[in-house]
């Protein structure tokens, strides 16, 4: 979040569209990914 210069607010706002979408594969330690092409069901 730190290197973006955009608001916690924000950031969390992006992931939380790009989870609902089926975009975004989390991980431990609080780490996520994008994911391309179709999402895994």
């Not at 924000?10 to 989390?26: H, I, K, N, S, T």
Request: charged share 20%; aromatic share 4%; hydrophobic share 45%.
């Amino acid at each position: 979040i730190r290197h973006t210069r955009l608001h916690p607010a924000q950031v969390f706002m992006v992931l939380l569209e790009l989870d609902l979408a089926g975009r975004l594969e989390r991980h431990a330690g609080g780490n996520v990914s994008l994911v391309f092409g179709e999402p895994s069901v």
